[in-house]
């Protein structure tokens, strides 16, 4: 088990659930001050044990509870039928391949959350390296995440 110092500064002080800032001078006991979130990523039945620490917000921490989190998608994007986040990364991580992750009504809508997506996942999948295709159709554009 890491410490709150070593994971905050892996996260670069930054909560992986809302991406906002994590002051590592707060108390722990404060709903905006550090805590650490261990995510089990083992399946059920699985021999080892198989689990990632990350930063979060107490608040943030206490809201998402022991259910599977969510990365919201920003109001200010123009997106129909978001896909979840944290889904879409790990049917990637698993599989590879590309997955249409939202539509938008014009091109300059996609393109900001083509932006949005690749910053967000840069932060909370380092590790990994993803780009994005949009594509026209249907009065529409797709945004297709590639792993």
Do not use: Y
Request: hydrophobic letters at 35%; a neutral charge; proline letters at 7%.
């Amino acid at each position: 088990m890491s410490t709150l110092q070593e994971v905050g500064d892996r996260e670069s002080w930054r909560c992986w659930l809302c991406d906002e800032p994590v002051d590592s001078d707060m108390s722990v006991n404060d709903p905006r001050g550090p805590s650490i979130d261990s995510i089990n990523t083992a399946k059920k039945g699985a021999k080892g044990k198989g689990g990632v620490e990350r930063l979060a917000h107490r608040a943030c921490n206490t809201r998402k509870g022991a259910v599977k989190p969510v990365v919201p998608w920003p109001d200010q994007l123009f997106v129909v039928d978001p896909a979840p986040i944290i889904g879409v990364v790990e049917q990637l991580r698993r599989k590879g391949g590309r997955v249409a992750v939202a539509r938008c009504p014009a091109e300059s809508d996609a393109e900001d959350a083509s932006a949005w997506l690749l910053d967000r996942l840069s932060r909370l999948e380092p590790d990994m390296r993803f780009d994005t295709q949009i594509d026209a159709g249907g009065g529409g554009f797709l945004l297709v995440l590639r792993a």
